[in-house]
């Protein structure tokens, strides 16, 4: 199978050329390649992961679809006008989105919508803390995590150092708090991840994946 990627001069996209094997690797783009040459990458791919900005994530998309290449995305600050393009898009090739590719993250996630039901008349806030130079706030995992209540959640978003990624979620009632953390204690985690997930989507029909589904399928797998 070979692998493109898209968003190669960025902190995932180097992680992620250092961790495919050479014969599995077919090429990547940054925001300077010329089109033609994002096309030729694709035409030589069976699968695309990509980790750039919208712009570059909906030309690569775009792209894909019309020669019917699934792709993987790990992008953020995406506008609700690409997700509706990209929900079109995965009726003709499978598409993954993830904001975030680590699996305790997604665990995590799983925890937030079962307390959030436990603890009804809770106050609910997010620490979202990153490094100084994400330019997303909130960011994406922060907003996933907040879409697993129904409760309005505080979110506070700090941008610090070189953090690869801090979230906190508190549940906070009028005798008791409860806590939930999650550190990221290197990017590797995200490619790791997003090599995995494109790994398995490669297989799969048209349509628009979450990690949530890859883990439900990885899990069905082990049973």
Known sequence: MKIGIIGITGRIGKILAAMIPNEEYSGGTCSKTPPQELVKIIGRSNVLIDFSTPSSTMEAITLAAEHKIPIVSGTTDLSENDFRQIKKLSQIIPILHASNFSLGIQLMAILVKKCSRLLSDFDFSIIDRHHRYKKDSPSGTALFLAQQTSKKAQIVSLRE???????????????????????????????????????????????????????????????
């Open 161 to 223: 150092g070189n953090i690869f990624g801090e979230h906190i979620c508190d549940f906070v009632g009028e005798n008791e708090m409860l806590s939930l953390t999650h550190r990221v204690f290197n990017r590797e985690v995200f490619a790791y991840g997003a090599i995995k997930c494109a790994k398995w989507i490669v297989k799969k029909e048209p349509k628009l994946y979450s990690m949530q589904d890859y883990l439900e399928a990885a899990i069905h797998e082990q049973n």
